[in-house]
Nanobody
Framework: QVQLAESGGGLVQAGGSLRLSCAASGRTFSSYAMGWFRQAPGKEREFVAGISWSGGSTSYTDSVKGRFTISRDNAKNTVYLQMNSLKPEDTAVYYC?????????????????WGQGTQVAVSS
């Protein structure tokens, strides 16, 4: 069993930055690929970024490439999402996700564990 707890969301102006953190419980964190998904009001949840279990590869949806960076610290059982140059269209609830022994691209239907989500709001 893995429990995920997100933090770091909030309200920021367009062009600003936020760093989301996801702390995982359990001793097998390093065996899980980790990722971030988001769901905006009235829209389906979508993949944002992922990092493989080894940390050797990362994936991003096209709309955040060059602005967001995913990283992980296995010693702290934590995955991060650094979000720069934020846009109003980045406004959403951001969810941390874990998939056992996976590559960096994560599919919703295959996720093993989800966090509760953290709200990110970007004002224009």
């Amino acid at each position: 069993q893995v429990q995920l707890a997100e933090s770091g969301g909030g309200l920021v102006q367009a062009g600003g930055s936020l760093r989301l953190s996801c702390a995982a419980s359990g001793r097998t964190f390093s065996s899980y690929a980790m990722g971030w998904f988001r769901q905006a009001p009235g829209k389906e949840r979508e993949f944002v970024a992922g990092i493989s279990w080894s940390g050797g590869s990362t994936s991003y949806t096209d709309s955040v490439k060059g602005r967001f960076t995913i990283s992980r610290d296995n010693a702290k059982n934590t995955v991060y999402l650094q979000m720069n140059s934020l846009k109003p269209e980045d406004t959403a609830v951001y969810y941390c996700a874990a998939k056992y022994y996976s590559g960096s691209y994560l599919r919703q239907r295959s996720i093993d564990y989800w966090g509760q989500g953290t709200q990110v709001a970007v004002s224009s």
